[in-house]
């Protein structure tokens, strides 16, 4: 097992990217910190892991409130004695996002304390728990959309994405010497709750489509499996880096017809 003896927080976990990798880093032997601000569904997700023989805990945490994440934090290493992996994996796509003239000072303000300050505040309690572990690994999801304009207005998802890239490889260089890595996890377009409820049209979707050579959404679970390579010693010798986990997208100027 790739994880075994391995301790993890894994942010939005209680649904799509966030539950497909809880599932997976406790069936390759981690003790999972679910974390969430769905208690419902997060609970459900540690029962599953718990069923299945696996160890876990639910912590309820809003990544944009500092405490929240101390607590997560501290939650971690009481309950299962350290930290050695943080996934810091939640996020928003608010439906109110659009063009710059267009998208409310409220969405943008909201995107940027989930999607950007909720990574700072999850690194930043994270940090001294790695370092008291030995190391470790931090993976923060960034987007496709860090590295090129989206086909559909979304300029706050966009501006927050391109930051945590940013702030991933700045904090790569810093605790490099203390066995500390730092990668930045891009997914493409997904076929998630999160993404659908924004192209929530068929129009929306193909435009969307026709731009990714392999012309289908990607499914949560493959984006698992890139964060599990980061987060194990698979990739002991990455960080400041950007894993691209996008059918394409990114590669692609002329798609096929």
Known sequence: MRLENKVAIITGGASGIGKAACL???????????????????????????????????VKADVSKAADCERMVKAAEETFGCLNIIFNNAGIMDSGDDNAETTSEETWDRTMNINVKGVWLGCKYALPALRRAGGGSIINVASFVAKLGAA??????TASKGAVLSFTRELAVIHARENIRVNALSPGPLRTELLMKFL?????????????????????????????????????????????????????????E
């Open 24 to 58: 997976l880093f406790a069936k390759e032997g981690a003790s999972v910190v679910v974390t969430d601000v769905d208690e419902k569904q997060g609970l459900e997700v540690v029962d599953t892991i718990r069923n299945a023989g696996g160890k876990s805990i639910f």
């Open 152 to 157: 559909t207005a979304q300029v706050a998802y």
């Open 200 to 256: 929530n049209t068929e129009e929306k979707k193909q435009r969307r489509l026709v731009h990714i050579p392999m012309g289908r959404f990607g499914e949560a679970e493959e984006i698992a499996k890139a964060a599990l390579f980061l987060a194990s010693d698979d990739s002991s010798y990455m960080t400041g880096s950007e894993l691209l986990v996008d059918g394409g997208i990114t590669a692609a100027y002329v798609t096929p």
